[in-house]
């Protein structure tokens, strides 16, 4: 399935895995950084390419449920997810959220899949519990302003998206986007 070409980034956002975690000896001496800090670093950070490390380590982080059948839930969900199987996949997150009701990343999977299939309040409601448990996340926040835009809500989409900015100044096409927001919400008023 393809998608238009504006959707890339919110769903990519919002379909993040968690990269390979850092082993060894060097690692297991570090101290874990919070995500706290993470955040800190990607506030304070004009480097690209660390900026994309932080985020890679930000979605690392929520992606971590400490337990193996919840993290062995999630990426089967993600799998049946990409093969379409939306309704699968909603029961899937939805068994992760029963088990662990406090993972802000089951109910952001639950989203993307909602969103997929078509229903926008579903996504919301599940994209609203994810912020209430974890209010930076930059994905849920790029989603709920595309599932807003697609709704032709635009002065919401733009504080959606001004929210995902505040959390991740790095989000690519960030500046444009705004003005593409602000631009279409000024035609609609004249």
């Known amino acids: 399935m393809r998608f238009p070409a504006f959707l890339a980034l919110p769903l990519l956002l919002m379909l993040a895995q968690p990269g390979l975690a850092q082993t060894g000896t060097a690692a297991a001496a570090k101290a874990p950084v919070t995500l706290d800090e993470l955040f800190d670093k990607l506030q304070e950070t004009q480097n690209p390419i660390e900026a994309k490390q932080l985020e890679r380590k930000i979605w690392e982080a929520w992606g971590k449920s400490d337990s193996d059948t919840l993290e062995a839930l999630m990426q089967g969900g993600v799998t049946v997810m990409e093969k379409g199987d939306y309704k699968r ?93 602000r631009r279409r919400i000024d035609a609609k008023t004249l």
């Not at 029961?91 to 993307?112: C, H, M, Q, W």
């Not at 504080?159 to 505040?166: K, P």
Request: no cysteine; proline share 5%; net charge negative.
């Open 89 to 181: 996949a909603v029961d899937i997150f939805s068994t992760v959220i029963e088990l662990k009701p406090d993972f802000a990343e089951g109910y952001n999977k639950r989203a993307t899949v909602r969103f997929l299939a078509g229903d926008y309040a579903g996504s919301v409601a599940d994209i609203e519990r994810t912020l209430q448990l974890e209010p930076r996340h930059f994905g849920a926040l790029a989603g709920l302003a595309m599932i807003m835009e697609r709704l032709d809500n635009l002065p919401e989409a733009l504080r959606a998206y001004r929210r995902a900015l505040a959390a991740n100044p790095h989000l690519a096409d960030g500046p444009e986007k705004l003005k593409e927001l």
